[in-house]
């Protein structure tokens, strides 16, 4: 076994005897809430209690407190002297079977390829939101655990997650309805939603289903399981954005995909202060291209300007078509120098080119440029008006030239 599969085990290890060690207390807790005639919050820590004891190997323990909230639900209310009974029986069983002693877990079986992806596990209780991160910490997941469902939306908005797993019992709200908000935000339509509940009744898989869940698991699921279906979820996630995110003339960013890596480039601009250029481009004449040869020519023309500008830049940096005609340029590790020295060797190297149009006749494009080096003062509306500023100027000044702000 290798050392990293030793790491998570001994993690995991360390994580159930933990578990194991508040058992009494939760089991308290739990007693404590019957008391109280509380069905609704006594469901949500028997279902809370079933699904982490059922992770960590106390299968005992997970069917009676399945049991208990079976119980719950199906009573509107905790005032009947008979149900309070068995569920003071199943409470009594449960202290019983914690004295007992437990199997060993069995080991986990670490990646031999390290995965990549931003998880976010939307999970109130913390014993099983720790097992849960340190499975999928293990296979190289950045991991982000939200226990008080109030915070949700601020995670979602610092964290910026690619794959959300979610109960569905949470404390005040249903991972359900937080699921459904989610799919109503077109940032959130196609992250994968996983739910990994204790729930296992057919009509909660639709209600999930329905809300725009991706996959539905069962509490306690297997580590390897777990692993997998993150990892196909991601990939399918990510094909699809790949999609979304290019424009399908030029296969270039499109206007929003390129703009989102621009804010990310500004955010670590701020942190390690690198110098990033942002440059926008723009076709001279791009309406009389398609005036007098003809709109297929002009698309040719952007087909054509894309895929040159794509191979000749570094793959580190990015190209987005802004719209129409304009197209930007996100150069990293660049003075300004050495950006207008690269795009006036890509100008003069374009504007050789030469296209046919409708009608047989052959014509050269050249194109405007503007430079702006980012100010880590700036924001980005500041940064793109710098950019939009020196292109005028290019263009003001003859065009098929470049200017830098």
């Not at 795009?343 to 003069?348: H, M, V």
Request: proline share 3%.
């Amino acid at each position: 076994m290798s050392n990293g599969s030793d790491s998570v085990d001994a993690k995991l290890l360390r994580l159930r005897e933990r578990f194991i060690g508040t058992l009494p207390k939760r089991v308290d807790d739990l007693e404590n809430a019957i008391g109280e005639c509380n069905a609704e919050e006594t469901s949500r820590r028997f279902h809370s209690l079933a699904g982490t004891a059922g992770t960590y190997g106390l299968t005992a323990i997970a069917a009676l407190a399945r049991e208990g909230e079976d119980t719950c639900s199906e009573s509107e209310s905790l005032d009947d002297a008979e149900t309070l009974t068995y569920l003071r029986s199943l409470i009594e069983m449960m202290r019983a079977t914690a004295s007992e002693p437990v199997d060993e877990p069995a080991p986990v079986v670490q990646n031999t390829k390290e995965d990549e992806g931003r998880v976010l596990c939307v999970e109130d209780d913390r014993d099983q939101a720790r097992y849960i991160s340190t499975i999928l910490e293990g296979a190289g997941y950045e991991v982000r655990a939200v226990t008080d469902p109030q915070d949700f939306d601020f995670t979602l908005a610092v964290f910026h997650p690619q794959l959300i797993l979610m109960d569905i019992v949470l404390p005040g709200v249903s991972g359900v309805d937080l699921a459904r908000a989610l799919r109503r935000d077109p940032a959130y339509a196609t992250v994968p939603i996983v739910f990994l509940t204790n729930r296992r009744r057919v009509e909660s898989r639709i209600e999930a289903a329905v809300a725009g869940g991706d996959d539905y698991l069962t509490k306690p699921v297997n580590p390897q399981l777990l692993r997998s279906i993150v990892a196909a979820r991601l990939r399918g996630s990510r094909a699809v954005q790949g999609l979304i995110d290019h424009d399908g003339l030029t296969g270039v960013l499109t206007h929003a995909a390129f703009m989102r890596r621009a804010e990310m480039e500004l955010s670590r601009a701020r942190r390690n202060g690198a110098e990033i250029a942002l440059v926008m481009l723009d076709l001279d004449y791009f309406k009389a291209i398609n005036d007098t040869h003809g709109h297929l020519a002009g698309d040719q023309v952007l087909a054509a300007f894309a895929t040159f500008i794509t191979t000749a830049i570094r793959a580190a940096d990015d190209v987005g078509r802004y719209g129409g005609e304009e197209f930007a340029l996100l150069l990293r590790d660049i003075d300004v120098d050495g950006v207008q020295r690269l795009i006036t060797r890509l100008l003069d190297d374009f504007s050789g080119f030469t296209f046919r149009g409708a009608r047989g006749a052959t014509f050269n494009v050249t194109f405007s440029a503007g430079v702006a080096m980012l100010d880590p003062k700036w924001d980005l509306r500041e940064w793109k008006q710098r950019a939009d500023d020196a292109l005028y100027h290019a263009k003001h000044n003859g065009r098929a030239r470049v200017e830098a702000a």
